[in-house]
């Protein structure tokens, strides 16, 4: 396993939600995006890793090139930094937060997250756009980001033994999705469209008990890397091909190596190997992950941690007792 028990990256996440979910409903979006990534970096410092910030949803790009740079604060986490106290070298990919609007207007969804493999191994690129096709296990081998996304609805709903009416394809809701939202609805799927973040959608499809069964769309690159994490962890399919939105853009995926910004990108192109973590704790409730619940002292949190090496999902529901008195008339089962 990548230099530490996955069980250590879930305490990371947790403990950067049990700091950042107090911003919940705050309206004030660079605060949590800062005190996110600054606490993933302290936390990260104590991990028995030598581990590069390969990935880090750092500033928004939006679809007109326009750069959104969230705020700047010493201490914070950037990409390429080392963190760790460790020797055994990984690539680390950080979500400080998903969903950083819903969080600070107190909406569903949000999330911490954090992917580990070992050094090398996860393609690094800058944060900007990136088209995704992603599924769970039995639709594996069934799609191809290359043909209408309505062949992929009825391949997918083929996959699962299912008509296209019964299943529902996740896509963010964008102007930039309008015309594949009106091909995906001609196929009869139903559609959730998402106010932000494809991650979540992206764990609950490799999840058998959940109603999502594709996620769709272009949405943030180093969210494309996580979920390809996920997808090692679960079983499952991402495609993806790099979406720059101008000449610079193109530069840049040069610089990182990416000569061809037309290339598919398949499943091991993201993160080659199959020695994989990925841990999540909820910063509000969501389909997958309850949010932090504070209470007199203390706070419970929800995390979903899972790996490949051992193969293994396990979701965490844990109370946190934060200063003494906490719980003093018992914790609540
Ligand atoms: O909001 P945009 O620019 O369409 O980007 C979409 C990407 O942003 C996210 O919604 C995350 O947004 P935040 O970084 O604002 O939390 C990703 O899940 C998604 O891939």
Not at 9 to 33: F, I, P, Q
Not at 195 to 204: F, N, V
Not at 211 to 237: F, N, R, T, W, Y
Request: hydrophobic share 40%.
């Amino acid at each position: 396993m990548v230099g530490a028990g996955a069980l250590e990256y879930a305490a990371v996440t947790e403990r950067v939600a049990l700091r950042v979910a107090r911003l919940e409903g705050s309206g004030d979006a660079g605060k949590a995006y800062a005190l996110a990534a600054k606490t993933f970096r302290e936390e990260l410092r104590g991990m028995p890793v030598a581990g590069r910030v390969a990935l880090l949803r750092e500033h928004h790009v939006d679809e007109q090139g326009r750069s959104r740079p969230l705020k700047e604060e010493a201490g914070t986490l950037r990409a390429g930094d080392v963190v760790g106290s460790g020797r055994v070298r990984v690539d680390l990919a950080v979500e400080p937060v998903e969903g950083l609007s819903l969080l600070v207007k107190g909406q569903e969804g949000a999330i911490s997250a954090i992917a580990a493999a070992p050094e090398g191994t996860m393609l690094r690129m800058p944060d900007m756009y990136m088209s995704k096709l992603i599924v769970g296990p039995r639709a594996r081998g069934h799609i191809d980001i290359d043909a209408p996304a309505a062949e992929n609805v009825e391949a997918i709903a083929a996959a699962l033994g299912r008509r296209a009416s019964e299943i529902t394809v996740v896509v963010l809701d964008r102007d930039r999705h309008r015309e594949l939202i009106e091909e995906i609805r001609r196929t009869g799927a139903r559609i959730h469209m998402r106010p932000e973040g494809d991650l979540t959608p992206s764990i609950a499809v490799g999840l058998r008990d959940s109603d999502v069964h594709a996620v769709i769309g272009i949405g943030g690159a180093p969210e494309g890397v996580l979920a390809a994490a996920v997808v090692k962890c679960l079983g499952g399919e991402i495609q993806a091909r790099m979406w720059p939105v101008n000449r610079s853009q193109v530069e840049r995926l040069r610089e990182y190596g990416l000569a061809d910004p037309e290339r598919k990108l398949t499943t091991d192109d993201l993160i080659s190997g199959d020695d994989v973590v990925f841990a999540a704790t909820g910063l509000t409730s969501g389909e997958t992950l309850a949010g932090v619940r504070y209470f007199r002292g203390g706070a419970r949190t929800h995390t979903v941690v899972m790996s490949t090496r051992p193969r293994m999902i396990r979701f965490i529901d844990t109370i946190h007792a934060l200063e003494p008195d906490a719980g003093l008339q018992g914790f609540q089962r």
